[in-house]
């Protein structure tokens, strides 16, 4: 688990891009609100996962616009939900 996706948060997606080196997690929170955060995935972090941005500390009412946040934010996430839309996963609560 990551230094900034806490332990209360649900992880209910986590998009790869084409490399499998870089991956947008989406989550929920136990207060209601959701987000996302970006990470990298290279050798000399032993292949575990690094956070890339500062996205995890913004609230969204919902996951809708928590991808909408996040499509805008990583510039290469639009393109892979654009051809593999089942990937955008949403939390039924």
Do not use: Q
Not at 38 to 57: C, H, I, M, N
Not at 72 to 85: E, F, G, K, S
Request: net charge negative; glycine share 6%.
């Amino acid at each position: 688990m990551s230094k900034r996706i806490d332990t209360s948060w649900v992880v209910f997606a986590s998009v790869e891009d084409d490399e499998h080196g870089k991956c947008v997690d989406v989550f929920y929170r136990p207060d209601g609100t959701f987000g996302f955060e970006e990470f990298r995935r290279d050798v000399e972090d032993a292949g575990e996962w690094t956070p890339l941005g500062y996205y995890s500390g913004s609230t969204y009412a919902s996951s809708m616009a928590a991808y909408e946040a996040a499509e805008a934010a990583v510039p290469w996430l639009a393109d892979i939900l654009r051809r593999n839309p089942a990937l955008r996963r949403h939390l039924r609560l």
